[in-house]
Each structure stands twice: as structure tokens, then as C-alpha cells.
């Protein structure tokens, strides 16, 4: 059973910024790649940005040079820190791990860009 609990997210102006992390638990390989998607409001889930076990990123075009994804191997965690956040940011943001075997989900944790 893999586990991932998101926190981090939260109401912001346009221009703000937030942190948002995730936690792995459970039983996955140490070869994964994590990462962010996003659901906005009657669309569908779209990725954000991913990160290999080996540090090697990947990022939507919408969010490079705002959004920045890193993780700690030693503590199986990922976070997003995204800056100068705009309205179309506004989506549930959901934590991913992906190994050989399978996919995992986080719960996914809301995050609201309006002044």
C-alpha cells in the first residue's frame, strides 16, 4: 500500500506565492519518478511538473520559469514552489509517484488564485 498526503495549499492573490508538499509512505521502488498534475475547474487533469529519483525535471509549458519542483529521496518527499501565481493556477493540485509496478495518487489539495 503507497500512501502520498499532500499540504500546502491555500488561497492566494495574483502574483503570490505558495509551497506545496507531498509525502511518499509504503512500499514503492527508489527508482520513481514523482510529480504535480492539476485540476481546474471543468477541465481535465493536465501535468505540471516531474522529477526522477535522479533529479532530472520536467515542466508544462504554462508554469516554466514560475513553478519549481524538488525532492528529498532520504525523506520520500516532493514539493512544488510556485511563484507569481495567476488566476488560471486555480485547480485542485494532485501528487503523483510512478514506479515500475504501478501509479499512485495523492488526494490532491486545493489551490485558489483571486484577489
Known amino acids: 500500500q503507497v500512501q502520498l498526503v499532500e499540504s500546502g495549499g491555500g488561497l492566494v492573490q495574483p502574483g503570490g506565492s505558495l509551497r506545496l508538499s507531498c509525502a511518499a509512505s509504503?512500499?514503492?521502488?527508489?527508482?520513481?519518478?514523482m510529480g504535480w498534475y492539476r485540476q481546474g475547474p471543468g477541465k481535465e487533469r493536465e501535468l505540471v511538473t516531474t522529477?526522477?529519483?535522479?533529479?532530472?525535471?520536467n515542466y508544462a509549458d504554462s508554469v516554466k520559469g514560475r513553478f519549481t519542483i524538488s525532492r528529498d529521496n532520504t525523506k520520500n518527499t516532493v514539493s512544488l514552489q510556485m511563484n507569481s501565481l495567476k488566476p488560471e493556477d486555480t485547480a485542485v493540485y494532485y501528487c503523483?509517484?510512478?514506479?515500475?509496478?504501478?501509479?499512485?495518487w495523492g488526494q490532491g489539495t486545493q489551490v485558489t488564485v483571486s484577489s
Open positions: 522529477i526522477t529519483s535522479g533529479g532530472s525535471t
Open positions: 509504503g512500499n514503492f521502488f527508489s527508482i520513481n519518478t
Open positions: 503523483n509517484l510512478e514506479d515500475w509496478r504501478s501509479i499512485y
